[in-house]
């Protein structure tokens, strides 16, 4: 099983918070899949749609209650 950033275990349908690919901008995903080699897939929307990723488990870190619900709330789009 693969684990986040801080040690926690990730499984499908977690949301984590990553650095986009080139810029330097947190944003929030789901974890869509994981490779044969236990890499996490994440998917987040876009205004143009559904992106996708394929992270190493060390560069997310997996987000859920009362801190993803701060992520929402304080992001700005």
């Known amino acids: 099983m693969q684990r986040d950033f801080l040690g926690r ?3 499908v349908d977690d949301f984590v918070i990553f650095m986009r690919q080139g810029y330097r901008e947190l944003k929030l995903a789901k974890v869509k899949a994981f490779t044969k080699t236990g890499k996490p897939r994440v998917c987040w929307q876009t205004k143009w749609g559904e992106r ?3 992270q190493d488990g060390s560069q997310v ?3 859920e209650g009362p801190d993803l619900t701060a992520f929402l709330l304080l992001r700005k789009e």
Request: proline share 0%.
């Open 9 to 11: 275990e990730l499984a």
């Open 52 to 54: 996708e990723l394929l």
């Open 61 to 63: 870190v997996k987000v």
